[in-house]
């Protein structure tokens, strides 16, 4: 075998450096989407929404 196979503490440290990357990526995607993204798109659709129901009742009047 020309690579010794990953044992030992070498195996430990890496599952823990994966298991570690993923949570905080996860954790941190979760809090961008739900903590700046879903409010942003709220504020814009609000905002053309707002926009459109003004074009509208200038369109009538």
Same mark, same amino acid.
């Given at each position: ?34 903590? *700046? ?5 709220? %504020? +814009?659709? @609000? *905002? ?5 129901? %003004? +074009?509208? @009742?200038?369109?009538?009047?």
């Amino acid at each position: 075998m020309a690579i010794k196979p990953i044992t030992g503490m070498l195996r430990r440290g890496l599952v823990l450096d994966l298991s570690v990357a993923f949570g905080l990526g996860t954790s941190f995607g979760y809090l961008f989407w739900y903590g *700046y993204h879903i409010p942003a798109v709220r %504020q +814009r659709d @609000a *905002y053309y929404s707002k926009l459109e129901d %003004q +074009r509208a @009742a200038n369109a009538a009047a």
